[in-house]
Nanobody, 120 residues
Framework: QVQLVESGGGLVQPGGSLRLSCAAS????????MSWYRQAPGKERELVAG????????NYADSVKGRFITSRDNARNTAYLQMNSLKPEDTAVYYC?????????????WGQGTQVTVSS
């Protein structure tokens, strides 16, 4: 059974930090690219960080560049999103997404989401 389970969300003051985790099971985690999305109330889901394109560096949304960092530990089947210098506008439900393309067909899995609230 494929599962992506996020954890690490919560309430944090502006300027604080959180580290989200995304634990994968039921598929070959190391064969998949990982992305992070978020959805704020009343807004569409947006990409926060995705895999590099063309062999470059991680693709971060402009709004989080320099503050968020992605990483992964394939031995632990876990991806991470380190969020620093958090702002109220970072408040959203955060989702991890595992994806790969096989013979032109996209295969992707989503976590259930974890709430991040930035407020004083």
């Amino acid at each position: 059974q494929v599962q992506l389970v996020e954890s690490g969300g919560g309430l944090v003051q502006p300027g604080g930090s959180l580290r989200l985790s995304c634990a994968a099971s039921g598929f070959t985690f190391s064969s998949y690219d990982m992305s992070w999305y978020r959805q704020a109330p009343g807004k569409e889901r947006e990409l926060v960080a995705g895999p590099p394109s063309g062999g470059g560096s991680t693709n971060y949304a402009d709004s989080v560049k320099g503050r968020f960092i992605t990483s992964r530990d394939n031995a632990r089947n876990t991806a991470y999103l380190q969020m620093n210098s958090l702002k109220p506008e970072d408040t959203a439900v955060y989702y991890c997404n595992a994806h790969r393309t096989i013979w032109g067909r996209l295969i992707d899995y989503w976590g259930q989401g974890t709430q991040v609230t930035v407020s004083s």
